[in-house]
């Protein structure tokens, strides 16, 4: 029937994408849980081509700040593979160290032609002013 059907698609979508997943975070470097965040890197060309300007406006519009320049703070990331790359980025003020934000950008997978998402925007205290 048409219902057992979608089913064994389903079921074989979802087997697909976990065996996705557990190759795809091989060869990012993922270490830990598989689908977890790896380890946080510094700012690169890899990030250069997740903050472009609209997601910095709209990160702007969250915060109700304005990023004059984003050299102005020390940036770092991690990724996390899932039905694309999540990109969580800490940005820490490099003249006020209790300034510090989180931003996660999702990228959908390529053959989607999806926009990057930002999916979260937030100002943080960081824990060496708690």
């Not at 990109?87 to 996660?104: A, F, G, P």
């Amino acid at each position: 029937s048409k219902g057992e059907h979608m089913t064994g698609m389903t079921a074989r979508n979802a087997l697909l994408s976990f065996v996705v997943v557990a190759v795809l975070s091989t060869f990012v470097g993922c270490k830990g849980v598989p689908g977890g965040f790896g380890d946080w890197k510094n700012f690169d060309g890899n990030l250069q081509k997740i903050l472009t300007k609209e997601v910095q406006a709209e990160a702007e519009t969250r915060l109700k700040t304005q990023f004059e320049n984003f050299e102005d703070f020390n940036i770092e990331y991690r990724t996390r593979v899932v039905a694309g790359t999540i990109y969580e980025i800490k940005l820490t003020s490099k003249t006020n160290e209790n300034l510090e934000y989180k931003l996660e950008v999702w990228e959908q997978l390529p053959h989607l032609n999806k926009p990057l998402k930002l999916t979260r925007a937030d100002r943080v205290v960081p824990a060496s002013a708690a």
